[in-house]
Antibody, heavy 122, light 108 residues
């Protein structure tokens, strides 16, 4: 079955760029017309959708982050990535990658990575 | 941005009881694009319901979703011990941003 696994920097200094990758295994990132999202959860708080990349490569970002966030896909490596620039302590969170369940419900996330805690601190 | 409000904040029940969780949106959004997730400590959220009332794969039929307009409900017909957790609603109906509610904690 399809699985997602986040990896990347766990500690990022303020003003630097957070970079995470989500490796897709058990299936192809290019099949099925799925979309691929990043969601984050600050410690003790709720969930915040960050952005997604569609099967066609189109991207949509949360306006609260739009100027700082980039999501891209590397189909040859079967993975997609998140970059968040100019980070502050407010960006400290568990970051999840997730898949939209189908082409009509791209914003309902049926498969999630285990999550990776990223701390912004000097 | 559509703001979701969940009530109650905490629901204290016993195994075997019925749980009714509410989610209210600040405005109407594209029809029925409402999801519910269950979250347990240290785990990723688990999709229970999407498109307001469709159960995700492997979700027991004691979980059901309903609603329309701005008011939506997740019902757990008979609570099992493993159902005590945090529950989030989420809308994905209109143009992003998709938003989550603050959550309802179901506790014993």
């Amino acid at each position: 079955q399809l699985q997602l696994q986040e990896s990347g920097s766990r500690l990022v200094k303020p003003s630097q760029t957070l970079s995470l990758t989500c490796a897709v295994s058990g299936g192809s990132i290019s099949s099925g017309g799925y979309s691929w999202s990043w969601i984050r959860q600050p410690p003790g708080k709720g969930l915040e959708w960050t952005g997604y990349i569609s099967d066609s490569g189109s991207t949509y970002y949360n306006p609260s982050l739009k100027s700082r966030v980039t999501i891209s896909v590397d189909r040859s490596k079967n993975q997609f990535s998140l970059k968040l620039s100019s980070v502050t302590a407010a960006d400290t969170a568990v970051y999840y990658c997730a898949r939209g369940i189908d082409a009509h419900n791209i914003g309902a996330f049926d498969i999630w990575g285990q999550g990776t805690m990223v701390t912004v601190s000097s | 941005e559509i703001v979701l409000t969940q009530s109650p904040g905490t629901l204290s029940l016993s195994p075997g009881e019925r749980a009714t969780l509410s989610c209210r949106a600040s405005q109407i959004f594209r029809s029925s694009y409402l999801a519910w997730y269950q979250e347990k400590p240290g785990q990723a959220p688990r999709l229970l319901i999407y498109a307001t009332s469709s159960r995700a794969t492997g979700i027991p039929d004691r979980f059901s979703g309903s609603g329309s307009g701005t008011d939506f409900t997740l019902t757990i017909s008979r609570l099992e011990p493993e159902d005590f957790a945090m529950y989030y609603c989420q809308q994905y109906g209109d143009s992003p941003p998709w938003t989550f509610g603050p959550g309802t904690k179901v506790e014993i």
